[in-house]
């Protein structure tokens, strides 16, 4: 007998000739939005587009209708919606993203990540001065609300989920509320309960502080739902083997969840990384680097961004826009790290 090697088949995947009859159904909508726009008072590109949309519904439910029935022709015009969602969904956060790096690439240069504002003003060439020290600045108060929020987050999913005490349900809503708590909230808090009445001074230690009281509730809550993912299972077996309820959930729970929790972590940081108003208040915002938390005050990169709008320049808004560009490249690095850990746990 002769080995039979069985490929994996994908009946969803459109085969090239499907793919053809799209091309084609998507020229003759063109083709008959654009003799529209021609012949009839409706003119302009918001126009044509509308009536794209409408010519792609009535060619694909007519080639469905005709080829396969009722049924498919019905099914057509739900995915001509869907699609135009996603379309409407893409085109403005691609339009976001080219109108940042358009605006943003002047302002780009090799000094901008080796040297500070110390000496340079608002009216200085752009090839003067760098966001070294707001680099320097966010990743020192990023780092420390990490270590404030990591703890306190991944400890309060582990009580929501597995020990499930008398505290959870107002624990939970606590960590809730705290998900909706506006961020000029948390540097509030921080300037009025301990810059005000403790340290009389802005530091990076106090923008960590309002930082971390935004990044808690998400790796708390992303935590949780990471954890409820593992199987019973797990739990009974450790249980069985004879271990503690606490060395169940530390040799073989949250084992299980690290890459979930990894990507909790990752959207926590993702989620304060760009955050200004706190940072505004507390932080101090200075123009050179600092990395003493604890004295003087720090500069970061949102406060770096709102200072040159501030000033107006035509260089200090170029400065800004890079700086955009530059903080915006930072989070997107992380939520492509988050969804690449996700999808290997989901593979797992």
Known sequence: MSNLTLKPTKPWKRTPKQQLLIAVNLLVAAAISFVIVLVTPMKGKLAYLLLFFISTIIVNFAENYFKSGIAPAKDSIATSFVTAGLIIAVVPIFSILFTIFERGRAGLNFNLFSHDMKSNGPNDPLGQGGLLHALVGSGIMVGIALLISLPIGILTAIYLTEIKGIFSRPIKFLVQAMSGVPSIVAGLFILSAVVFPITKSSSGLMGGLALSILMIPTIARTSEEVLLLIPSDLREAGVALGG????????????????????????????????????????????????????????????????????????????????????????????????TLSGSEEKK
């Open 244 to 339: 503690t309820q606490w060395r169940t959930i530390s040799l073989i729970v949250v084992p299980a969840a690290k890459s979930g929790l990894i990507t909790a972590i990752i959207l926590g940081l993702a989620r304060v990384a760009g955050e200004t108003a706190p940072l505004i208040l507390v932080s101090g915002g200075g123009d050179a680097v600092n990395p003493n938390p604890f004295h003087s005050p720090m500069g970061s990169l949102p406060f770096y961004i709102w200072k040159g709008f501030t000033f107006g320049t035509t260089e200090s808004i170029a400065r800004s826009w890079a700086g955009i560009f530059v903080l915006l490249s930072i989070i997107f690095i992380l939520f492509i790290a988050a969804r």
